[in-house]
């Protein structure tokens, strides 16, 4: 299998808390990969890990056989990985432009820059609120700025935290497609959803976490019924966990 | 068309400024007008690392670095002011760089208070510095008027000079504004951890915002030094008139855009000079009780700035093409 992002024994500790412990894992090239976990499982840690706004104390990431473990946020994300916030904060700019702000590092000119933001724009279906404050947009937008913002940096592997809650169930439906339709369009997606149904639909394979280690990994059907998985969430003493 | 009926009055507006000095002989007003514009350029040189959410109270490090910097050349080296002026500039970006250390590293207050410090310790360094600043005695620049000299029998030449530093600076930060250093700035404004994320090395942008900013202040310093003729360490490095007062102007008339700074500084100076004027003589300090109480009713009423009051309206007359426009 091509490999595209390579974790190994990645650990974060904050004090004597180990936020992330010894985790390994590798994402493949083209996949939709999920990642779910109680709360506090470290989850966006990793995440925070991966796109570099935290160092790791151990271990190595690698992006195509590249190490990024100790590069910068804004190399990493020249580097190919891309990401989105589970608190969705705006920049306090026009729709457009914040979707202009990354593409400045491809592009020098203004109108080049915005005539990239509005494709992307195009492709989540925001074009027609270019010209608005975010504030104005309701929240399943504002998300989909969040993507599009993302997807202004070019990613190879896209970071999603939680782009599916707080929403209702037909945006949930609007946004859901919207992942596949960014994977079909050659991006990789590791993200994070607390929303299982949507979860199982379009992830391939599932990464489970609890108390900062990858407890379980697999298609959603061999996680759900893995009997660790099931003490991580209902806190039952299953014997050999 | 709208957009037109606007240039024409700005073009108008701007002749007028021309002939000001034609009609108004009065030193008086021409003076004022002269630190009008004066203000202008140091608080939209002031507002640049605003645009990323830096707030500094230190600019007095770099008008007092820009000023001195030109008139030791001048007097004790006899070297033109137009020369001074190149060199002013770079020694207040030299400063620039070394209050850079803090930008990057510090948040919010923390740089904030650290740039008081730098331009609190430049000031004591030119005190103790006898041999080249003369210390609290100050330098005075000699009376030989040339152009030369930057030294007029007139008070013509300042006005203009004035004007175009005011202008030059506008310029420069609608440009930088809107262009992707300007983006990358708002953007770590609004969310530092976002923008990292999103492949800005908000380090670098903060660092240029402050290049920049230093940079121009020590070159309008220049010029300002040459027009009051005296630099002491005192007022070059006063915290009150090049620290504070393009903050407060900034924050008043609205920080971290274009237009805020302008605004600012043209209701700002005068006013402070009359509050100095009158209320200053009746009770030391009073004037900056009225400061105060101006900065909290901003502060709490207005956070935004006097633009954010005048934005809405603006928009609604260029709504007719509505290509995004900011400021």
Redesign the interface.
Known sequence: MDDLLVVRDLTKNFGGLAAVSEVSFEVRRGEILGLIGPNGAGKTTLFNLISGLLVSNRGSIMLEGEDLTKKPPYKRSAMGVGRTFQVVRPFDMTVLENVMVPIFAHYKTSKEAKEKAFEILEMVKLDKMADKMPANLTLAQRKRIEVARALATKPKLLLLDEVLAGLNPTEVAENLPLIRQVRDSGVTILFIEHLMDAMMAISERVLVMDQGALIACGTPDEVTSDQCVITAYLGEEAPGC | MRNNKLKTAATIFLLGLLAVPLYFTSTFVLHMFTLVFFYIALTAAWNIPAFGGKFSLGHAAFFGLGGYTAAILYVKLGISPFIGVVAGTFVAMVGGVILSFPLIRLKGPFFTLSSIAFAEVLRMVAVDWRALTNGSVGINIPFKPSWLNLTFTSGAPFYYMALGLALLVIGLAWWIR???LG??L??A???E??????????AKAHFLGLMWSSGLTGMIAVFYVFYNYVLEPGTAFSMDLFSLQPAMNGIIGGMGTVWGPVIGAIIMTPLGEFLRFYLGTIQQGLNFVVYGLMLIAVVNFVPGGIVSLIEPWFKKKKSGD?S?A?N
């Open positions: 809107s262009s992707s983006y990358h708002r953007a404004a609004a969310d951890d976002a923008a990292r994320a999103l492949g800005i090395n908000t509505s995004a900011d």
